[in-house]
């Protein structure tokens, strides 16, 4: 008998074919929590990317259940204690879009160094004013690089290509490893000081929620430029907001938010 799947959010159509020649699978946008407990009568696995939250409700309602994955790295739209209590194996696929990632966290970072939205949006209204919109080189630049894990070190080494001066907050990665990707390892606190530009790249959870506040914030020099990448919430969007009105930041580029 094959197992039946739901695919919920945005999969690749071609990892759906790919499912469909070993299982019955049914597609699904992005669910709420009631939705996805109907959907999921009769299948032993699901499959989600970032929008589609897998709750401990969900988990309890859904007892044939047997797997839940996630299209991407992390795992934090899933109750993973829960999916343990009721036998639910949780995987992910944390090399799938690494260097993905990267590149658009450098994308993310040159369009902010080079004003590009902004120039985007004059010429757009039929100005041609390259004047205002000159930006900045990123070559001799200092990046600050919160969390070194496999898209950070992405990041590092594209970074580096780009002649800019690396220097990394890690506890967990091990000097050697740094030193390798070309980068020095400072505290937190000296890095914010020194950093021209700041990119983070640290899973969501208690210990990293918020961790760039009011006060770090306040450390970074006022032209540096803040970049998210990773997930809504490990940057006070508040406290970002009120440093960009105050002048205390020079600009911030998000694709994700809380």
Do not use: W
């Amino acid at each position: 008998m094959r197992p039946r799947v739901l695919v919920c959010d945005n999969v690749a159509a071609s990892g759906v074919e790919f499912l469909r020649t070993r299982a019955d699978v049914v597609e699904a946008g992005s669910l709420d929590e009631q939705a996805l407990i109907a959907a999921l009568e009769g299948c032993q696995a699901l499959i989600v990317r970032s929008a589609t939250k897998v709750t401990a409700p969900v988990l309890e309602a859904c007892r044939g259940l047997k797997v839940v994955a996630r299209a991407g790295v992390g795992v934090d739209n899933i109750d993973v204690d829960a999916a343990t209590r009721c036998g639910v194996l949780v995987v992910n696929s944390p090399a799938g879009n690494v260097l993905a990632a990267a590149e658009h966290t450098l994308a993310m970072l040159l369009a902010a160094a080079r004003n590009i939205p902004q120039a985007d949006a004059s010429m757009k209204q039929g100005r041609f004013d390259r004047k205002s919109f000159m930006g900045r080189q990123v070559l001799g630049k200092t990046l600050g690089i919160v969390g070194l894990g496999n898209i950070g070190a992405e990041v590092a080494r594209r970074a580096r290509a780009l002649g800019m001066n690396v220097v990394a907050f890690d506890p967990y990665a091990a000097e050697e490893h740094i030193r390798k990707l070309g980068a020095t390892s400072a505290p937190l606190d000296q890095l914010l000081a020194q950093s021209d530009f700041l990119t983070v790249h640290v899973p969501l959870t208690e210990e990293t929620r918020g961790m760039i506040g009011a006060r770090e914030l306040d450390l970074l020099p006022n032209h540096a430029v803040v970049v998210n990448c990773a997930r809504g919430g490990i940057i006070d969007e508040d406290a970002l907001l009120q440093a960009l009105q105050a002048g205390s930041v020079a600009g911030a580029a998000l694709d994700v938010f809380v």
